[in-house]
C-alpha cells in the first residue's frame, strides 16, 4: 500500500542492525527483511514502522517481542516498533507525534506515541529516540497495512456459532471470561476460534485465549493496525469483518470475540451500534465489576438491540455484587467455573444453533473463592495484582 508521506531524506539500513534490534510484537506480521533505508525527516503516520533507540527507562522496563517474549530493555537498545494512538483510561492515553522527535513507548507491545495524559499511577513513560522510518530498496515506507492488503472472502454456508465479549471498561474482567467459554467450547469438543477486534497492540491477550485452547486467535494488527483508537468506525467495523471471515474460512465450530474497553469508548460504542456487528454475532455476554456497571451497561446494550445474554466479569468473585446485578438486571451472572463447563459449553452451543437461539442454560451463583482461584490463574504474576502492596503496579506488568 503506498501511503503519502512527502519529501523526506534517508540513510542506508544494515541487515545486521536491524537483525539486532528488539522488534515488537506489532510488527509480527510484516516481513522486515525488505527494509533497506532508513527515512529520516519523514511526518509518521499511523502504522508507520520507526527504529528507534531507547533513551530512558520509564513504566516499560519491558518489550514484548514478535514471539511473545518480554525482553528486558536497557538504555542505548534499538527497537523496531510502530507508531500509534493509544486509549487507556488505567494507563496512557497517546497520540502519533507529528515530527521524528522524541516520543514514548506507551505499550508494551510496541506502540510509539506521544503522551497527552496519564493515570494517576503511571511511572514516566520510557522515552524513544527516533532513528528513522523502516523503507524498502526502492524508498518505500513500511507500514502494518501492508499486511492488509489482500481483502478476505466471505466463506459460504453458515457461519460458526460466534459470541462477543464487551464490558463496562479496561480491567472488567472480559478476557478472563472469554478464555474460560473458549475453555468451555473447547473441551466440549469444538473447534474454537477467537479475535480481539479493537484495542491496542500487544500479545497478552491474544496468548491467554491460545493458551485456553483457541485457534486460530487473530487481533487487529493482522487487519493492518496498531491500535484501533481514532481509526474511524468504518475501519473498525472492516477488522471486525475480516476477522470473523477468517475464523469462518479456517472452519471454526464456535468464535469467540473481544471487543476492547468499555461501552462508551468511541469505536467500541460505533461497532456495537452497527447493523453488520449484530448480524455477525449469536450472543454478547457482559462483563462489570459491580453491579451499577452492570445495570448501566445493559441498559445501554439494550438501547442498541443487544440484550446480553448472560452477566459476567469481577463481579462474579463478589456474592453480594452479583445479588445486587441479578436483582437490578434480571439477568444471570456467569461466573468463571460455569463458562469454562464443558457441558455448560456444549448446551450453549446447541442452544445457539437452534433458530431463533433460545438459551436454555442456567448457571449456580459463583462460588467467590473458586471465582478467585480461576481468575488467579490465568493472571501473570498470580492472586494478587502486581504493586497491590503499594498501590502502584510493577512497571513491566504493564501493557
Not at 459470541?163 to 473441551?187: E, W
Not at 501473570?380 to 506488568?397: H, M, N, Y
Request: hydrophobic share 45%; proline share 7%.
Amino acid at each position: 500500500m503506498d501511503l503519502d508521506h512527502g519529501t523526506a531524506t534517508s540513510e542506508p539500513l544494515a541487515p545486521e542492525r536491524l537483525m539486532h534490534a528488539k522488534h515488537a510484537y506489532t510488527t509480527r506480521h510484516l516481513d522486515l527483511t525488505v527494509a533497506r533505508q532508513l527515512r529520516t525527516d519523514a511526518v509518521p503516520s499511523t502504522g508507520d514502522v520507526v527504529l528507534a533507540r531507547v533513551a530512558a527507562i520509564g513504566q516499560h522496563t519491558k518489550i514484548e517481542q514478535t514471539d511473545g517474549r518480554r525482553a528486558t530493555l536497557f538504555p542505548g537498545d534499538e527497537v523496531v516498533v510502530v507508531y500509534g494512538d493509544r486509549y487507556a483510561p488505567d494507563q496512557f492515553h497517546a497520540s502519533v507525534p507529528t515530527d521524528l522527535g522524541p516520543c514514548s513507548l506507551v505499550a508494551a507491545g510496541g506502540i510509539a506515541a506521544q503522551v497527552e495524559a496519564a493515570h494517576g499511577r503511571m511511572q514516566e513513560a520510557t522515552t524513544l529516540e527516533p532513528v528513522g522510518l523502516l523503507a524498502d530498496a526502492a524508498g518505500r515506507q513500511l507500514n502494518l497495512r501492508d499486511v492488509a492488503a489482500q481483502e478476505i472472502p466471505r466463506a459460504s454456508g453458515p457461519r460458526p456459532v460466534t459470541i462477543a465479549v464487551v464490558g463496562t471498561s479496561m480491567n472488567s474482567g472480559k478476557t478472563t471470561s472469554a478464555a474460560y467459554l473458549v475453555r468451555g467450547l473447547r473441551l466440549a469438543g469444538l473447534r474454537v476460534g477467537a479475535a480481539k477486534v479493537t484495542g491496542t497492540g500487544a500479545g497478552g491477550d491474544i496468548w491467554l485465549l491460545s493458551d485456553a485452547g483457541a485457534f486460530p486467535v487473530y487481533d487487529f494488527t493482522l487487519a493492518g493496525l496498531p491500535s484501533t483508537y481514532r481509526v474511524g468506525p468504518a475501519e473498525v467495523l472492516r477488522v471486525f469483518v475480516d476477522l470473523t471471515s477468517r475464523l469462518a474460512l479456517d472452519g471454526c465450530d464456535a468464535v469467540v470475540i473481544e471487543v476492547a474497553d468499555g461501552v462508551f469508548q468511541q469505536e467500541t460504542a460505533a461497532l456495537l451500534a452497527d447493523p453488520v456487528f449484530h448480524e455477525g454475532i449469536d450472543a454478547v455476554l457482559f462483563a462489570a465489576a459491580d453491579a451499577l456497571g452492570a445495570v448501566a451497561g445493559t441498559a445501554w446494550l439494550r438501547e442498541r438491540g443487544l440484550a446480553p445474554l448472560a452477566l459476567t466479569g469481577v463481579l462474579s468473585a463478589s456474592p453480594l455484587a452479583t445479588l445486587e446485578a441479578v436483582s437490578a438486571t434480571h439477568d444471570q451472572v456467569w461466573g468463571l467455573q460455569h463458562l469454562g463447563d464443558p457441558d455448560a459449553a456444549a448446551r450453549l452451543y446447541a442452544d445457539l444453533r437452534k433458530p431463533g437461539g433460545v438459551v436454555t442454560t442456567d448457571a449456580v451463583d459463583p462460588k467467590p473463592t473458586t471465582e478467585i482461584d480461576l481468575a488467579a490463574r490465568t493472571a501473570p504474576e498470580g492472586p494478587l495484582p502486581p504493586g497491590a502492596a503499594t498501590g502502584r503496579p510493577e512497571r513491566d506488568q504493564v501493557a
